[in-house]
């Protein structure tokens, strides 16, 4: 897998990923990793469920820009009034080149 781009918000995570190998189902990725950080932040105390059973996803068509769907994940928290710039938020980030 590679990830390209991702936002972490209060309510919601964004994602821009590649899933690399055949046969690797995003359902999949998204429920080990729901599960993974869900027994971390219970260990740290918090209490309840952190994920919602359902997610929403969009496959990246040949003629659409990835750089652009980048940007608007990384413009995120400035659209909700968090920070003031992408670079001021800690949680989002371009991990892996395109």
């Excluded at 209490?47 to 059973?53: A, H, I, N, S």
């Excluded at 995120?76 to 980030?93: A, H, I, M, T």
Aim: with cysteine; proline share 6%.
């Amino acid at each position: 897998m590679t990830l390209y781009a991702y936002c972490l918000m209060p309510d919601h995570l964004h994602l821009l990923l590649r899933l690399g190998q055949a046969g690797t189902e995003l359902g999949a990725l998204i429920g080990t990793f729901k599960s993974f950080t869900s027994k971390q932040s219970w260990s740290l105390g918090h209490k309840g469920e952190l994920w919602q059973d359902r997610f929403y996803d969009h496959v990246v068509r040949r003629n659409e820009n990835s750089l652009i769907i980048a940007e608007y994940i990384l413009q995120n928290p400035v659209r909700k009034r968090l920070v003031q710039g992408p670079s001021e938020y800690p949680y989002c980030g371009l991990p892996d080149p395109m």
